[in-house]
């Protein structure tokens, strides 16, 4: 059984949340009774279950929350690959099949193991890093075509809240390392919504007509990112 947490606040309605711990987070106002708080949660304890699960799929999509040992499932390009780490000297990630095979020059020992996953992890977001560049670069030199733009540079980060973004006077796209996880279709979604920019910088309805053009289901590849772990 999971904790119910609750806070009272200046509101007017009751706010029902599952946070990644597992927990149930009740935002209230501040003179509703815990009695009725209670017998909320219990009229909608199939749609907390039904979050629940959402949230456990979340949490294993999040691969920053891993140890990355043998094992852990990890994703790449909208498909679940299955980690296996060998201790190597020569550092290097291979896909092959459903795996993924990490050769790192691990410790392997117990007092070394928070700065063995530290060294998991940079390896790991160097090569999504690595395989980024070369994809948006392809997408990048497709859309520009296809749409008649042309961009200065293009770099690929951790964004904390957006996709992407563009720097419409110097021409530059920023896309967000995060995408490498998401089915390519979404890549393509985030990289033709970002040469948009460089047609209309807000978000317009002119915005979206100039998206629709060119990727009339755009739709659907922006909804991947919303709903991807929901349906894995
Ligand atoms: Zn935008």
């Keep these: 059984m999971n904790e119910i947490i609750i806070k009272y606040k200046k509101i007017k309605n009751i706010y029902i949340r599952v946070k990644p711990d597992l927990n149930i987070y ?3 106002p501040k003179r509703a009774a815990k009695k009725y708080i209670y017998e909320l949660i219990e009229k909608r304890r199939e749609w907390i279950e039904e979050r629940k699960e959402i949230v456990k799929k979340k949490n294993n999509f999040d691969i920053s929350r891993k140890e990355l040992i043998s094992g852990n499932e990890i994703f790449y390009l909208g498909r679940s690959y299955m980690l296996k780490v060998l201790k190597c000297k020569k550092e290097n990630i291979i896909p092959a099949g459903r795996m993924i095979y990490m050769y790192v020059n691990i410790k392997d020992k117990e007092e070394y193991k928070n700065s063995d996953i530290r060294k998991k992890h940079i390896l790991l977001d160097i090569w999504y890093k690595k395989e980024a560049l070369k994809l948006f670069d392809s997408l990048i030199k ?3 075509s296809i749409m008649n733009l042309e961009v200065n540079s293009f770099t690929v980060k951790k964004l904390k809240s957006k996709w992407g973004s563009c720097d419409t ?3 530059n796209i920023t896309f967000n390392l ?3 996880k998401y089915p390519i279709s979404a890549l393509e ?6 040469l ?3 047609l209309e910088p807000n978000h317009s309805r002119k915005f979206y007509n100039i998206i629709s053009l060119y990727m009339p289901e755009w739709k659907k590849s922006k909804n991947i ?3 991807f772990f929901d349906n894995l």
């Design 26 to 28: 009740v935002t209230a």
């Design 142 to 144: 497709k859309y520009c």
């Design 169 to 171: 006077i110097k021409k």
């Design 196 to 198: 948009a920019h460089l």
């Design 225 to 227: 990112l919303d709903t």
């Design 189 to 194: 979604y985030i990289t033709v919504h970002e």
């Design 178 to 180: 995060e995408l490498m």
